[in-house]
Nanobody, 120 residues
Framework: QVHLVESGGGLVRPGGSLRLSCAAS????????MGWHRQAPGKQRERVAF???????TYRDSVKGRFTISVDNAKNTTYLQMNSLKPEDTAVYYC??????????????WGQGTQVTVSS
């Protein structure tokens, strides 16, 4: 079993930045990637980014160039640095871990989510 705890969400103005953190504990078989999804009110959950244990990262088009996913293996923590935030980035952000291959990612364990609100 893997336990994930997100932090770092909050209210930020358009153009601002936030950094989300996700601390992982426990272990699971065949896990080689960590990622972030988000879900806005009334919309389906969507994948934001994921990174494999080889360091390869993949982003959805709408966040490319603005968001950066990284991992600190010594701390078992994943980060999502979000810059130039837009109102349409407002959502609950979920950390997860699972299996990644190429452009595909299958999350298996999820955190509880953290709210990000971008508003003036």
């Amino acid at each position: 079993q893997v336990h994930l705890v997100e932090s770092g969400g909050g209210l930020v103005r358009p153009g601002g930045s936030l950094r989300l953190s996700c601390a992982a504990s426990g272990s699971g078989r065949s896990l080689n990637a960590m990622g972030w999804h988000r879900q806005a009110p009334g919309k389906q959950r969507e994948r934001v980014a994921f990174i494999t244990n080889s360091g390869t990262s993949t982003y959805r088009d709408s966040v490319k160039g603005r968001f950066t996913i990284s991992v600190d293996n010594a701390k078992n923590t994943t980060y999502l640095q979000m810059n130039s935030l837009k109102p349409e980035d407002t959502a609950v952000y979920y950390c997860n871990t699972g299996t990644g291959s190429g452009m595909s990612y299958w999350p298996r364990y999820w955190g509880q989510g953290t709210q990000v609100t971008v508003s003036s």
